[in-house]
């Protein structure tokens, strides 16, 4: 299993899969700031998969700040991908304006 975005879910007809990537196929995980009124809305979370073989697309799935607290998105990544950059989380998190901050990164000996 791994994450799976369902804030389409109304809108989506009954039978079309949601959008979604497995833990062991991502690669990457960042933290996207931007410049808004609203702290909740200025943060999102990037989950990227680079294609690991020749040719293979790199895909990703973007979780709004709000829907990443209330999905417990953080302690998921935790659990599953090892653990995160706490001092980068940190520095998106304060940060006030745009900004990208990798917090985690798949390394050559976790595969």
Same mark, same amino acid.
């Given at each position: 299993?791994?994450?799976? *975005?369902?804030?389409?879910?109304?809108? @989506?007809?009954?039978?079309? %899969?949601? $959008?979604?990537?497995?833990? +062991?196929e991502?690669?990457?995980?960042?933290?996207?700031?931007?410049?808004?009124?609203?702290p909740?809305?200025s943060?999102?979370?990037?989950?990227?998969?680079?294609? *690991?073989?020749a040719?293979?697309?790199? @895909?990703?799935?973007?979780? %709004?700040? $709000?829907?990443?607290?209330? +999905?417990?998105?953080?302690?998921?990544?935790?659990?599953?991908l090892?653990?995160?950059d706490?001092?980068?989380?940190?520095?998106?998190?304060?940060?006030?304006?745009?900004?990208r901050?990798?917090l985690?990164? @798949?390394t050559?000996?976790r595969?």
């Amino acid at each position: 299993m791994g994450v799976v *975005l369902r804030s389409d879910a109304q809108a @989506r007809p009954r039978g079309t %899969p949601c $959008a979604g990537l497995s833990w +062991a196929e991502m690669t990457r995980v960042d933290a996207l700031t931007t410049q808004t009124e609203v702290p909740a809305d200025s943060i999102s979370f990037v989950l990227v998969a680079d294609g *690991l073989a020749a040719g293979d697309e790199v @895909r990703h799935l973007v979780v %709004p700040g $709000a829907q990443a607290v209330s +999905a417990r998105l953080l302690q998921a990544m935790s659990t599953h991908l090892g653990s995160l950059d706490q001092t980068q989380l940190l520095r998106a998190i304060s940060r006030r304006g745009e900004g990208r901050f990798t917090l985690w990164q @798949r390394t050559a000996e976790r595969g």
